[in-house]
């Protein structure tokens, strides 16, 4: 077998085994969502009065709304997950070791990208199955279409966590620092609330939201849910992605971290 795949699957499954050991962090993943799925869009849905949400329009619930923020909830905080991991590697020593191997750095680095990014899609694939067991269901063709969109989303919250793991020296500072990015990110984001209905009270949120690049990665999960398709939201999305995946390469570079390959 080629190194390449070797390194992939055994990156990713070291991955997977990591996640299935730590049962706290499918559960903790699966329960923040819920709880502004069930407990939390009542009040928003009383305080917006949301019942039109335009592009679609069609009647739908604040519930039914929130559903894709929600997914996108799930990857973002999996995607600092994963940044957290990277930085405590690098503390014990697996992650020099792992960098030091004789495969590019680019591809060593994308296998813990498609390992973040899988179980990623899979949690929320978790919490949609659970939220269609409390009636809140999507299109059934969007199951489907949405994978794409998911996966594009996961690798992009994916590479600003390895961006993040590369300019975090220490784990004490991680929790710092995820406060700083994850907050900001979804609350200034459409997730829980239209962009439109942004514009009407402040033009500023309105212009900082549509900026922020998981306002983008929201839309296009919440297109594909709805069997559509949203090609600006792809763009940026995938315009986000190459600047921090380009951004992550530069902070692992060998002149940069003082790891250097052996031979």
Known sequence: MSPYLTSLR??????????IHQRERFIAALVRPLIWLLVFAAGFRAALGLSIIPPYQTYITYETYIVPGLCGMILLFNGMQSSLSLV????MGSMKLLLT?????????????VGSTSISVLQAYAFLAIAAAFGI????????????????????LGALGLLLSSLIKQLENFAGVMNFVIFPMFFLSSALYPL?????????????????????????IRFALYASFNGSALFWTLAATAAFTTAALWGYNPARTGISRKG
């Open 101 to 113: 191997s004789p495969l590019p750095r680019w591809w060593l680095l994308f296998c813990k990208l």
């Open 196 to 220: 439109w209905k942004m514009a009407e009270s402040s033009e500023l949120l309105f212009t900082i939201c549509a900026l922020n690049p998981f306002t983008q990665a929201v839309e296009l």
């Open 137 to 156: 269901s999507m299109p059934a063709v969007g199951y489907i279409t949405a994978l794409p969109a998911l996966v594009v989303a996961g690798v992009m």
């Open 88 to 91: 405590y590697d690098r503390e």
């Open 10 to 19: 055994a990156i990713v499954t070291r991955e997977a085994l990591r996640f």
